[in-house]
């Protein structure tokens, strides 16, 4: 869970990478460090901590000079973080540079081998091993050691490769880790996130797995392993930089909190025709299946449950929700009449990828709900929906967590119609609910300006509980996970129905629990859990719905939505719990957009 750019061209390397390596900050934090090839030698500067720290010690190296160069940005997996352990790795001899995301598996195995052959190592890193096999087998042609090399290799990665053989050259190569090229007029790039590069170009092309590239600022090479070229399209990038800016906010966080009701109508619209959800362009036929199953990590997983709730209620037909990292350990009963939504942000996640491929060796059928456009989750899937959500740089989700629910609450609405559970006047009447989400989503926006205040009032608990019920159980899960990953207050979700049943022994005299009461229909039951945890000393902060006055004679403090149909409220619900966790989390001085041991993209087990 890395970033990892290079560049090759007329412009000053050192002050282009580390330009992208800002831009690739989020995806991780531990170290940095870049290598600029100068003439038949390489130079390396590596710093642990933030970018920041490695920018301040390349300015005070001369040596730094060139125009061909890897940059890379650590999250940690193997070896603790440090100068020794931060990437990029070189080789005994200095010939070799390179940069490494992913994992690979039997790294102490080849290793092993190699220290046997009398091959040092310095670092405690997996990575390490790719660049020392480099150098191993080099017999000058850098192409064919390229593939001899990662034929050895087990696991997933995304390299960078600087070989002082080759000036003004950058290979690279992936498997089951994100890489994209860049191509620009007289430069040439590639990086683990468009983000990287986008500033000065918005021409790339997706490497796939398997695949291989020579850069250099001139022209790029796709090869594969018998060296034969590979003709690929270029596609171009349709968002601006200052997507990915922060655009005057403090955190990257906050900015894409407010972007919400743009993005939801991004998502919404296209999927919108004659006042009705219209799905068909994918081509599924929905009454081919018995079931449908949902995978996803993290936020996304709790998406899947928001939509397993709308879909079953909806369509009539058993939905399943598992969590993608334990989906292939448990041998589920899938086959080729079950559908499998599978939601990823990113479209990387490995776990998600692995519970693909599972789930497609089993006979189903795939639909990946995901954000990045030629993303590894996007190919493999059988159909593909794009939420349309833009860049999301902070760690910690907010729009595109509301953009799977909305993407969510139209298939629900498609399926159920196209199985003949709801008829086009129930059909209008839904879509109408999802179209209005944009409108609900800045009305939330607006009401609840009072957050920050909540938040001041509020941070120094020590350990706080969500409580909900049916979907706004769901939205709890979420609500709970976006407060503890970025200020690191325990929190944790209940169905409120469950406090009888030991939950409550936990509720103490302070303990703030934050009751969501936005689903209607089961209203008097939350209160009743609302009046349990009060006498035994708790404060309560509710999230209700515009116009409930009752809830203000049990709450301490209400948080509001606008009203709307129960079923498509959670997209909404989310709101003004992602700005009590930014506001809690900005109190106690917590590193937002960044938070500690998190990295944007999970693309190792």
Same mark, same amino acid.
């Given at each position: 869970?890395?970033?990892i750019?290079?560049?090759?061209?007329?412009?000053?390397?050192?002050?282009?990478?580390l330009?992208?390596?800002?831009?690739?900050?989020?995806r991780?934090y531990?170290?940095?460090?870049i290598?600029?090839?100068?003439?038949?030698?390489?130079d390396m500067?590596?710093?642990?901590?933030?970018?920041?720290?490695?920018?301040s010690?390349?300015?005070?190296?001369?040596?730094?000079?060139?125009h061909?160069?890897?940059?890379?940005?650590?999250?940690?997996?193997h070896?603790?973080?440090?100068?020794?352990?931060?990437?990029?790795?070189?080789?005994?001899?200095?010939?070799f540079a390179?940069?490494?995301?992913?994992?690979?598996?039997?790294?102490?195995?080849?290793?092993?081998?190699?220290?046997?052959?009398?091959?040092?190592?310095l670092?405690e890193?997996?990575?390490?091993?790719?660049?020392?096999?480099?150098d191993y087998?080099?017999?000058g042609?850098?192409?064919k050691t390229?593939?001899?090399t990662t034929s050895m290799?087990?696991?997933?990665?995304?390299?960078?490769?600087?070989?002082?053989?080759?000036?003004g050259?950058?290979?690279?190569?992936?498997?089951?880790?994100?890489?994209?090229?860049?191509?620009?007029?007289?430069?040439?790039?590639f990086?683990?996130?468009?983000t990287?590069?986008?500033?000065?170009?918005?021409?790339?092309i997706?490497?796939d797995?398997?695949?291989?590239?020579?850069?250099?600022k001139?022209?790029?090479?796709?090869f594969?392993?018998?060296?034969?070229?590979i003709?690929?399209?270029?596609?171009k990038i349709?968002w601006d930089?200052?997507?990915?800016?922060?655009?005057?906010?403090?955190h990257?966080?906050?900015?894409?909190?407010m972007?919400q009701?743009?993005a939801l109508?991004?998502?919404i619209?296209?999927?919108?025709?004659?006042?009705?959800?219209n799905?068909?362009?994918?081509?599924?036929?929905?009454k081919k299946y018995?079931r449908?199953?949902i995978?996803a990590?993290?936020?996304a997983y709790?998406?899947?449950?928001?939509?397993r709730?709308?879909?079953?209620?909806?369509c009539?037909?058993?939905?399943?929700?598992?969590?993608?990292?334990?989906?292939?350990?448990?041998?589920p009963i899938?086959?080729?009449?079950?559908l499998v939504?599978v939601?990823?942000q990113?479209g990387?996640?490995?776990?998600?990828i692995?519970?693909?491929?599972?789930?497609?060796?089993k006979?189903?059928?795939?639909?990946?709900i995901?954000?990045?456009?030629?993303?590894?989750?996007?190919?493999l899937?059988n159909?593909?929906?794009?939420?349309?959500?833009?860049?999301?740089i902070?760690?910690?989700?907010?729009k595109?967590?509301?953009t799977?629910?909305?993407?969510?609450?139209?298939?629900?609405?498609?399926a159920?119609?196209?199985?003949?559970r709801?008829d086009?006047?129930?059909?209008?009447?839904?879509?109408?609910?999802?179209?209005?989400l944009?409108?609900?989503?800045?009305?939330t926006?607006?009401?609840?300006t009072?957050?920050?205040?909540l938040a001041?009032?509020?941070?120094?608990?020590q350990?706080?509980?969500f409580?909900?019920?049916? %979907?706004?159980?769901a &939205? +709890?899960?979420e609500?709970? $996970?976006?407060?503890?990953? @970025? =200020?690191? !207050?325990?929190?944790?979700?209940?169905a409120?129905?469950?406090l009888?049943?030991?939950?409550?022994?936990l509720?103490?005299?302070?303990? %703030?629990?934050?009751? &969501? +009461?936005?689903?209607?229909? $089961?209203?008097?039951k939350? @209160? =009743?859990n !609302?009046?349990?945890?009060?006498a035994?000393?708790?404060?309560?902060?509710?999230?209700?719905?515009?116009g409930?006055k009752?809830?203000?004679?049990?709450?301490?403090?209400?948080?509001?939505?606008?009203?709307a149909n129960?079923?498509?409220m959670?997209?909404?619900e989310?709101?003004?719990?992602?700005?009590?966790?930014y506001?809690v989390?900005?109190?106690?001085?917590?590193?937002?957009d960044?938070?500690?041991?998190l990295?944007k993209?999970?693309t190792?087990?």
């Open positions: 869970m890395c970033g750019i290079g560049f090759t061209g007329s412009g000053d390397a050192r002050e282009i990478i330009d992208g390596l800002k831009r690739l900050e989020y991780g531990d170290s940095a460090g290598a600029i090839q100068n003439k038949n030698e390489i500067v590596k710093a642990q901590g933030k970018v920041d720290n490695l920018i010690l390349s300015n005070k190296n001369n040596k730094l000079d060139g061909c160069g890897i940059g890379h940005t650590r999250w940690a997996t070896g603790v973080p440090s100068d020794v352990n931060a990437h990029p790795h070189m080789s005994t001899d200095g010939k390179i940069v490494h995301n992913g994992i690979i598996e039997n790294y102490a195995e080849i290793k092993s081998k190699l220290i046997e052959k009398g091959v040092k190592f670092s890193t997996d990575t390490e091993v790719i660049v020392q096999l480099l087998y080099y017999d042609d850098l192409k390229l593939v001899k290799l087990e696991g997933s990665y995304a390299i960078g490769v600087l070989c002082a053989d080759y000036p050259t950058i290979f690279a190569a992936k498997v089951a880790s994100p890489l994209i090229i860049g191509v620009g007029v007289g430069e040439n790039y990086a683990s996130d468009i990287a590069f986008v500033s000065r170009t918005k021409n790339v997706d490497l797995d398997y695949e291989f590239a020579e850069i250099t001139d022209k790029v090479t796709i594969d392993h018998n060296f034969k070229e003709k690929k399209e270029e596609r349709t930089v200052a997507a990915a800016e922060k655009s005057g906010y403090e990257f966080m906050l900015k894409e909190i972007e009701p743009a109508k991004a998502t619209e296209p999927r919108v025709k004659d006042g009705k959800v799905f068909d362009e994918l081509g599924i036929d929905i018995d449908i199953l995978t990590c993290g936020s709790y998406a899947g449950c928001v939509g709730d709308v879909i079953e209620k909806l009539r037909i058993h939905v399943h929700t598992e969590v993608a990292s334990e989906l292939r350990y448990r041998d899938i086959d080729e009449k079950t939504l939601i990823s990113s990387e996640t490995a776990d998600t692995a519970a693909i491929k599972e789930v497609q060796s006979g189903a059928d795939v639909v990946a995901v954000n990045v456009v030629g993303s590894t989750i996007a190919k899937a159909y593909t929906i794009y939420t349309w959500a833009g860049p999301e902070a760690v910690a989700t907010t595109g967590y509301t799977q629910v909305a993407v969510l609450y139209m298939f629900a609405v498609w159920a119609f196209k199985l003949g709801i086009e006047n129930k059909m209008e009447e839904y879509t109408s609910n999802i179209v209005s944009p409108e609900r989503a800045q009305r926006l607006d009401l609840n009072r957050v920050k205040k001041d009032k509020y941070h120094e608990k350990s706080i509980f409580i909900g019920r049916y %979907l706004d159980y &939205v +709890c899960l609500g709970s $996970l976006k407060l503890k990953e @970025i =200020s690191y !207050i325990h929190s944790e979700a209940y409120a129905g469950e009888k049943h030991g939950t409550i022994a509720i103490e005299k302070g303990r %703030l629990v934050v009751s &969501v +009461c936005c689903y209607e229909p $089961l209203l008097d939350i @209160i =009743s !609302i009046q349990q945890v009060k035994r000393g708790a404060q309560v902060l509710a999230l209700a719905i515009e409930n009752k809830i203000f004679s049990e709450a301490d403090d209400v948080l509001l939505v606008p009203k129960e079923l498509f959670a997209a909404v989310i709101i003004p719990l992602q700005l009590f966790a506001y989390a900005k109190n106690n001085k917590c590193d937002i960044k938070p500690k041991n990295a993209s999970v190792v087990e």
